[in-house]
């Protein structure tokens, strides 16, 4: 995702399906003469707008119109609690081109001129751009990952909104990325067991799950919200949700053989209905669990690095001066450690002695050290799928 440029070169249009297609999370900020607006993104939904026009939808649709102007794009950004927009992307865009003529030119205000329409079939022969909207997205994907149908876009001046039957959603798919190379020994033998999780606010602590109404928790964690995740550990085994908002992003689960997506939740729930291990829930803020995302779910960039002929100092800087967003992986001879990383930065390091995240990945840098070391690096956006809790649900064990 280019970070910043001009709209006459990278409509906002082209923007949005960008965000969505690579499932980008941050701030994306758009000027045009005296006006602006912010866009804020989780996952590649769209799910609030603020600006000199007014807040969602409405400052979408507006922003739309800007041929010219500059756009700037920080992931790092820290997003609102506000959700203000149901719609779809595809829907924005469909309202945003039925308002305003093909080829109509900007003022800087977000208001239209008043020039001449141009036809599509002149706009061909005279090479200019035509917006096209995208097949729509069927309702159970964007917008069921919200917990409200999408609003139906009708060909008055009004939208007018279904009413919302509230579910546990699933994210929407995202575009699979291309195939990258990957150094190291692309054959070692992968971990077996989970990665450690940072510690945080617990929520639930050492429940046991004979206790539990497991779809009644989901269900109350989805009603409250809730940013971080569960986990259940037991004697040989160990598998955690990781909720964003109260959705699911992602499950894995170890029994000496790691699985991830509906398999490991499926486990999970089969272990929590047989009354086996004990319940932990753990809050973390947003930014983590999106640092935490991109470990689960990003593709190696190096794996299978030996840690006695590895610079680790040197490979950090590597990372930081590439502006990296991932994570580094140490498996030491005594235990695992992880860095977090955002845009090369430190977001934090622990290990699975110490979980409480570290603004120095000292511990870290001594696992690497160890000679049975191994490291691994995971870089890119990462696409968690995310898991329609429902529909898993209702399927039988």
Not at 87 to 95: D, F, N, P, Q, V
Not at 214 to 237: A, H
Not at 291 to 317: D, K, M, S
Request: proline share 7%; charged share 20%.
């Amino acid at each position: 995702m280019q970070t910043q440029g001009s709209l006459a070169q990278n409509s906002l249009a082209s923007l949005l399906e960008a965000m969505q297609s690579e499932r980008a999370t941050g701030t994306l900020s758009v000027a045009s003469g005296d006006a602006s607006c912010s866009l804020y993104f989780l996952f590649g939904h769209l799910f609030h707008a603020a600006g000199d026009l007014g807040q969602g939808e409405e400052a979408v649709i507006s922003a739309l119109s800007w041929k010219d102007g500059q756009f700037t794009f920080d992931p790092r950004a820290k997003l609102p609690a506000e959700e203000t927009i149901k719609s779809a992307t595809t829907e924005l865009l469909a309202e945003a081109e039925r308002r305003q003529p093909v080829g109509s030119p900007s003022n800087g205000s977000g208001r239209p001129l008043e020039v001449q329409a141009v036809g599509a079939a002149d706009a061909r022969s005279t090479g200019v751009a035509t917006a096209v909207a995208e097949p729509a997205v069927p309702v159970g994907s964007a917008s069921a990952s919200w917990g409200s149908s999408p609003p139906t876009i009708t060909t008055g001046d009004t939208m007018v909104t279904e009413t919302a039957i509230p579910t546990i959603g699933v994210a929407p798919p995202g575009t699979p990325p291309e195939a990258s190379p990957v150094y190291g020994n692309p054959d070692a033998k992968p971990l077996g067991e989970l990665y450690p999780l940072p510690a945080g606010k617990p929520i639930y602590e050492g429940l046991k799950s004979a206790f539990v109404d497991f779809p009644k928790l989901l269900r109350t964690l989805d009603t409250d919200k809730l940013t971080g995740y569960v986990r259940l550990e037991g004697p040989g085994f160990s598998g955690v949700l990781l909720l964003h908002d109260g959705h699911v992003l992602e499950s894995l689960f170890s029994d000496g053989t790691l699985t991830q997506g509906e398999t490991a939740f499926q486990q999970l729930r089969r272990r929590m209905e047989r009354g086996e291990g004990l319940l932990d829930v753990i809050e973390l803020s947003g930014e983590t669990v999106v640092a935490l995302a991109q470990l689960l779910t990003a593709r190696p960039l190096f794996t299978g690095l030996l840690g006695r002929f590895v610079n680790f100092e040197q490979l950090l800087e590597y990372l930081s001066e590439e502006k990296v967003d991932g994570s580094v992986v140490v498996a030491g001879g005594t235990e695992t450690g992880v860095i977090l990383l955002r845009k090369g930065a430190l977001h934090g390091a622990y290990t699975h002695s110490q979980r409480d995240l570290q603004e120095s990945p000292l511990a870290v840098n001594r696992l690497a050290a160890e000679r049975p070391a191994r490291i691994e690096v995971k870089a890119g956006a990462g696409s968690p799928p995310g898991i329609d809790v429902e529909s898993a649900l209702r399927k039988p064990l």
